[in-house]
Nanobody
Framework: QVQLVESGGGLVQAGGSLRLSCAASGDTDCITATGWYRQAPGKKRELVAAITNGGETYYEDSVKGRFTISRDNAKNTVYLQMNSLKPEDTDVYYC????????WGQGTQVTVSS
């Protein structure tokens, strides 16, 4: 089993920055990749960014150049640095760890005011 705890969400003005953290515990050797998803009410959860254990990254087109995903292996933590935030980035952000199974965090709210 893997437990994921997210932190770092909040309220920020457009153009501002936030850094989300996803700390993993438990059977972390089972994780091969970690991603950040976001979901608005009534909408499908979408992948925003992901990073593999080898350091390969993926970004959804709308966040390229603004968001950066990184990992600290010693802390079993993945970060999502979000810069130049826009009101349309407002969502609940979820951390996902894939590998032996699919694990999800509880979600953290990000609200960007115009």
């Amino acid at each position: 089993q893997v437990q994921l705890v997210e932190s770092g969400g909040g309220l920020v003005q457009a153009g501002g920055s936030l850094r989300l953290s996803c700390a993993a515990s438990g059977d972390t050797d089972c994780i091969t990749a970690t991603g950040w998803y976001r979901q608005a009410p009534g909408k499908k959860r979408e992948l925003v960014a992901a990073i593999t254990n080898g350091g390969e990254t993926y970004y959804e087109d709308s966040v390229k150049g603004r968001f950066t995903i990184s990992r600290d292996n010693a802390k079993n933590t993945v970060y999502l640095q979000m810069n130049s935030l826009k009101p349309e980035d407002t969502d609940v952000y979820y951390c996902n760890a894939g590998g032996c199974e699919d694990y999800w965090g509880q979600g953290t709210q990000v609200t960007v005011s115009s």
